[in-house]
């Protein structure tokens, strides 16, 4: 079933009004990347600034500058040859990474978790919440996401075992998880089918102020598309590279990633391809541009709401994610296959449309990184009440 959600024994209150809960430990998959998920991690921390991060590599030249005040634990990955740069082929160890961990002395504990990030050991009779953004992906859509990948057939050939053994472990870890909380309705539907769990959905957070139009920004958009994504196969960047060539339109593209050089081959003289850029920067961009574009099928996709708060229309595949962000005719376009004939009658649709900036902002900020604090607050405080409740009720019963 599917629910909307709404410092020594270290004690911390998260408000007036809420009640205490025990000393936090959070967990993630990795952090050598900056993308949703540890947007999600940042407003985890902001919650419990005292709580310990434990994951498997930690990247410290790539992420914000705020993580260096953090108590960050990667595990013995983090000294493996070339770990920063190509993690995948250490796909075995993480596993093993994660499971290593002590945290007997947390009562408890928070994953955040898209692969190995649940995998941690708890103390027995601790709680752990696991906020999943989806169930392990190239291990359970292995097919699609090797087609993208390119890979041959002697790699097809020697993966497709050891994907078998992970998941075996993703649903034997899924059973040690206290509580479920998905980043989405597609995502507990995802949970319910391959882990045969409950999950409360919380969206992640998405900070709107940071992403409102800067004072001055006109009404009438400049004529271009932006995109802002990691440059890897699954986000179907290419795509909308095609659906720009052939509408000979500019497409600004922002951010990096292994697939730029195959991208940038097939992108005509209207393609910029404009690397990692800053917030104030990514702001600007959305809030001037005609629409920002999202080929890909995501489990939720915070950069769709980013753009929303920018106050301009966004143009996205009419499954996973943005079919829940994405209000079809009032903030946006959806197109219904991921096709670039699809695509080239959405970008035509939001050129021709007036777009209401105001009801745009208005909708992304439902979505705003106070509404998630909150609402993970209320569901940690109620989880760990009744938590104890049940443990206390347990010493008390007789054996």
């Not at 600034?49 to 030249?61: K, L």
């Not at 206290?178 to 089918?193: K, L, P």
């Not at 097939?266 to 629409?291: H, M, N, Q």
């Amino acid at each position: 079933m599917v629910k909307d959600g709404r410092s020594d024994q270290g004690l911390s209150v998260l408000s007036p009004q809420s009640s205490v809960l025990p000393r936090i430990a959070l967990a993630h998959d990795y952090l050598n990347q900056n993308g949703g998920a540890e947007r999600v991690v940042e407003q985890l921390h902001m919650l419990f600034p005292d709580a310990p991060v434990y994951t498997s590599i930690y990247d410290r030249e790539r992420m914000p500058d705020a993580y260096r005040q953090w108590d960050v634990h990667p595990s013995l990955m983090q000294h493996l040859p070339g770990v920063m740069r190509h993690h995948q082929p250490y796909l075995p160890l993480y596993p093993l990474a994660m499971a290593r961990f002590n945290l007997n002395s947390f009562p408890l504990v928070v994953s955040s978790s898209s692969a190995f990030g649940k995998g941690v050991r708890v103390a027995p009779g601790a709680l752990h919440v696991c906020y999943c953004h989806a169930p392990m992906r190239f291990a359970w859509n292995y097919g699609a996401y090797a087609a993208r990948e390119g890979f041959g057939r002697a790699v097809d050939l020697g993966i497709r075992p050891l994907l078998a053994a992970l998941r075996r472990w993703d649903r034997a870890t899924s059973r040690r998880v206290d509580h479920f909380i998905a980043n989405s309705r597609t995502v507990a539907v995802r949970i319910a089918r391959i882990y045969g769990r409950d999950a409360t959905v919380i969206y992640p957070p998405v900070e709107t102020d940071r992403y409102a139009p800067p004072p001055g920004t006109p009404e009438e958009p400049e004529p271009f598309f932006f995109l802002v994504s990691r440059l890897v196969p699954y986000k179907r960047i290419d795509l909308a590279i095609r659906a720009a060539n052939a509408l000979g339109v500019r497409l600004e593209i922002a951010s990096t990633g292994r697939d730029r050089e195959a991208l940038e081959a097939i992108a005509g003289p209207t393609v910029r391809f404009l690397g990692w850029i800053s917030d104030e920067e990514k702001r600007e961009k959305y809030a001037r541009c005609t629409a920002t574009l999202f080929p890909a099928e995501d489990d939720f996709g915070i950069a769709q709401l980013e753009a929303m708060a920018a106050g301009r229309p966004v143009v996205g595949y009419g499954r996973g994610g943005s079919a829940e962000s994405v209000r079809d005719g009032v903030t946006g376009v959806l197109f219904p296959e991921q096709t670039v004939e699809a695509m080239i009658d959405a970008m035509r649709r939001v050129q021709r449309q007036p777009w209401d900036r105001a009801a745009i902002i208005a909708h992304a900020r439902r979505f705003d990184a106070a509404v998630f604090r909150t609402r993970m607050q209320d569901f940690l405080v109620d989880a760990w009440e009744r938590h104890t409740k049940r443990e206390e009720n347990n010493e008390g019963s007789p054996n």
